[in-house]
C-alpha cells in the first residue's frame, strides 16, 4: 500500500481525493506481527467509500485504479539471496533503478517445499522492464546487479569468445578511429557529443552517453530532511531533473539524526555535465532556492510558545499537515538556521499550489490559537513525565538537604 518512497499511498489519495490517508510509523512496524494494521482516512462520504474500495483492491493484488500494474514471478530457493543481496541491498537498487515496488515473499517455515515469489507493482512500462532486468539478473553469473545495468566489457570479453553482435558493435565504433589515424577518413560525428556548456565531450564506444564519473559532496546535516523531501520525493525529482544514475545520501539515518551541525556526503553518478548541473541545483538547493525542480518554499515565522502545537507528540501535528497538504514541513529554530536565538519558523516547500494551499491552512491555524484557550497538548507526553518526575525527585532531594541541615 505504501509503495516505493511512499508514491503509491500518495497516487490513492489524489486518485480518491481524500485529504488524509495516514498510516502511523508505530502501525507500520506492527505489520509483520499482526494480521491487520489501522488506515486512517478522511475527506467527504464518498471520498472515503472510494478510498476503501481501492484499499481492498490493493490488498486484493489489483493496482489498475491508480494506473498501476502488479506480477508475480516465481524464483528458486537458490536465487532469493542473490535477488536480496547484502542486508536487503540488491533488491532495494532493483526497485531504484525500475522505480518499481519489489518485495520477496517467502514462507520460511515450509524450508525448501517453499516456492519464493517477487511481487512487482508499478506503472505498465516500468513493471516491464523490471521483470526484464529480473529474469537477466537471474540468468547472470554475477552477484552484482552493475554487471547487468552497466557491464564491463573487458569482462565480459574473459568469459570466451566475442558473439557476432559484440564484434559488430566494436567494428563499428573502431572503424572511425583507424580510418582517422590512416588518414583515410574523418572521426564521424557520431562519436563526439556536446555538453550543456556548448564543449565537445569524446563518447566512451561503449557508454553512448559518455564516460561515467562518480563525484562525493557535502551537505549541512540539519539540510539533509530539506533536500529529500516529503517521503524521498525531492531528492527523486532532483535526480530526475539532472538526468544523472545515482543521487544518494551515504549516512544511515540513525548515525546523524542528533548531530545537525556537521556535514554528511552525498554521492552522484552519472556524465560530467549532468553530475555538474545535478551539484548545482542541490548547492541552490541548500541556500534556500527550489526553483531548479519546480518547486517553491516559504517560511512563516512563529512564536516560540506555539513550537510544541505545531509538532505535537512525536510530531503528530506536523505528520498531519504534511500529509494534508502534500509539502514538506519542519520547525526551524535558532542560530544553526541562520536565526536569533528563542526565534523559530516553519519552513515548507514544495509545488507552487500545494505551498499555496499549505500557507492558507497554517495561517488559519495561527488565527483560531489567537482566538481560543488551547490545551497543552503535551501533557501526557512521555517526555514531559520524565520531565516532571525528574523535578519531583529534585524538589523531594532539596528538602532532604533541608532537613538534614536543620
Not at 221 to 238: C, F, M, N, P, Y
Not at 291 to 306: A, K, L, N, Y
Not at 322 to 331: A, E, N, P, R, S
Amino acid at each position: 500500500l505504501v509503495g516505493l518512497k511512499g508514491l503509491t499511498i500518495q497516487k490513492v489519495k489524489d486518485a480518491t481525493g481524500v485529504s488524509l490517508l495516514h498510516i502511523d510509523d508505530r502501525e507500520k512496524a506492527k505489520a509483520r506481527s499482526q494480521a491487520v494494521i489501522p488506515v486512517e482516512m478522511a475527506g467527504s462520504e464518498d471520498q472515503v467509500a472510494a478510498c476503501q474500495r481501492v484499499l481492498e483492491e490493493i490488498c486484493n493484488g489489483d493496482q489498475t485504479s491508480i494506473g498501476h500494474l502488479t506480477t508475480l514471478i516465481n524464483i528458486e530457493l537458490a536465487v532469493v539471496g542473490k535477488i536480496m543481496g547484502n542486508k536487503g541491498s540488491t533488491v532495494k537498487q532493483l526497485s531504484e533503478e525500475t522505480v518499481c515496488y519489489i518485495e520477496i515473499q517467502q514462507d520460511r517455515s515450509r524450508g525448501t517445499a517453499d516456492t519464493p515469489r517477487l511481487f512487482i507493482a508499478g506503472m505498465p512500462h516500468q513493471v516491464e522492464y523490471a521483470v526484464e532486468l529480473v529474469n537477466r539478473f537471474i540468468a547472470s553469473p554475477g552477484s552484482k546487479l552493475d554487471f547487468i545495468l552497466r557491464p564491463d566489457p573487458s569482462t565480459n570479453a574473459k568469459a570466451g569468445p566475442l558473439t557476432d553482435p559484440l564484434r559488430e558493435r566494436l567494428k563499428s565504433a573502431l572503424h572511425p578511429m583507424l580510418s582517422a589515424l590512416d588518414g583515410r577518413a574523418p572521426v564521424q560525428s557520431s562519436l563526439i557529443n556536446f555538453s550543456v556548456s556548448g564543449g565537445p565531450v569524446a563518447l566512451s564506444a561503449f557508454e553512448p552517453d559518455g564516460p561515467k564519473e562518480e563525484r562525493i559532496i557535502e551537505i549541512p546535516a540539519r539540510k539533509k530532511s530539506h533536500l529529500v523531501g516529503l517521503r524521498g520525493q525531492t531528492i527523486e525529482l532532483v535526480q530526475r531533473t539532472a538526468g544523472v544514475l545515482k543521487c544518494h545520501i551515504m549516512v544511515e539515518r540513525d548515525k546523524y539524526e542528533y548531530d545537525k551541525d556537521g556535514q554528511i556526503p552525498l554521492q552522484i553518478c552519472g556524465t560530467r555535465d549532468r553530475v555538474d548541473h545535478c551539484v548545482q541545483i542541490i548547492e541552490r538547493i541548500v541556500s534556500g532556492d527550489y526553483s531548479g525542480i519546480g518547486h517553491t518554499c516559504h517560511v512563516v515565522p512563529i512564536e516560540q510558545t506555539r513550537v510544541n502545537y505545531l509538532r505535537g507528540d512525536r510530531w503528530q501535528v506536523i505528520n498531519y499537515l504534511k500529509d494534508l497538504t502534500g509539502c514538506y514541513m519542519d520547525v526551524i529554530q535558532g542560530p544553526p538556521y541562520g536565526l536569533a536565538r528563542g526565534e523559530a519558523q516553519l519552513f515548507m516547500t514544495g509545488p507552487v499550489e500545494r505551498v499555496a494551499r499549505a500557507r492558507a491552512i497554517i495561517d488559519t491555524m495561527l488565527a483560531n490559537m489567537d482566538k481560543i484557550e488551547m490545551p497543552d497538548i503535551n501533557v501526557d507526553a512521555p517526555w514531559r513525565r520524565d520531565e516532571e518526575a525528574a523535578k519531583r525527585k529534585m524538589e523531594e532531594e532539596d528538602r532532604a538537604k533541608k532537613t538534614t541541615s536543620r
